[in-house]
């Protein structure tokens, strides 16, 4: 069987603005990987290292300048209901309600009325939302808010779900309930997921296999399987054995690539710093919040 997605030798550069003309910056060079039918993949690299513009193109939302993705072992058309993507920032319509949200890509994949109404009332009770289908955006919480996100990208039933740091600026309370209940949503539609993050915490609970992808311009560092058994909320991962020195590595592997990186020239990269445990925040950012 083909992989889910496969993405090969893939390259993208954009237009630098440089003084009244442009340069080129390479964000992805020749990056190659594959994510299998069921599996949960999280990608993690430094700030600009080009994750979201990876997410982009694996939707069809930009076109690589070289390379390909093939989905089910073939070009499929872009974008397409098979893919549903969560951004960082919920990017909801504040002037339609809850309901309306929901139901507005599936209006534009052409489900019907009554379909697409059927199925957003049963994502929005999966998601918590039940009882606030006529709120609007500004009426929710963040962490409401992001629900609602992730309802409007689980309505498509999509066969992939991409998500970009879709709890990265919800507080930590917040985005861990979300991590258990996408989790619980996972487990039982078992699509195939492609999440980025920049919270290691957020990748050894979630993922089957983490991608750690390198500053720009970025391909694939390394690749690590996550052993925890499944379901993970019915236990705490943080206190498997393998659960610290998997996030030492990864928090190592990290540094280095940030510090290398020069995107944060005042970084200690002395070899004595040790890594923060789960739940302490680690200074650089590795992800934008914004
Ligand atoms: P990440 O999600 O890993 O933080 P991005 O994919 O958002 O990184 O961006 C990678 C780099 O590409 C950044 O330096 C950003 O400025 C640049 N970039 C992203 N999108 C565009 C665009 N549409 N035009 C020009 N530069 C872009
Ligand atoms: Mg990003």
Known sequence: MPS????RDLSKSFPLRKGKGYSTLKVIEDLSMSVEENEFVVIIGPSGSGKTTLLK?????????????LID??????????????????????????????????????????????????????????????????????????RVGLARAMALEPEILLMDEPFGSLDAQTSELLQVELLKLWQFKKNTVIFVTHNLDEALL?????????????RVEEEIEVPFRRPRWTYDVRSEPEYPVLRRHLWTRLRDMVSKSGTFPGVNVGPAVSAPMAGEEWTPRLGDRS
């Open 4 to 7: 889910k997605v496969l993405v």
């Open 57 to 69: 193109l694996i939707d069809g939302l930009i076109p690589p300048d070289s390379g390909e993705i």
């Open 73 to 146: 072992g073939t070009n499929r058309p872009h974008p397409g209901p098979k893919l549903g993507f969560v951004f960082q920032s919920f990017r909801l319509m504040p002037w339609k309600n809850v309901m309306a949200n929901v139901t507005f890509p599936l209006q534009i994949n052409h489900v019907d009325r009554r379909t697409a109404s059927e199925r957003a009332s049963k994502y929005i009770t999966e998601v918590g939302l039940s009882g606030f289908e006529n709120s609007y955006p500004s009426e929710l919480s963040g962490g409401m808010q992001q």
């Open 206 to 218: 979630l993922a089957d296999r983490i991608i750690l992808i390198g500053a720009r311009p970025s």
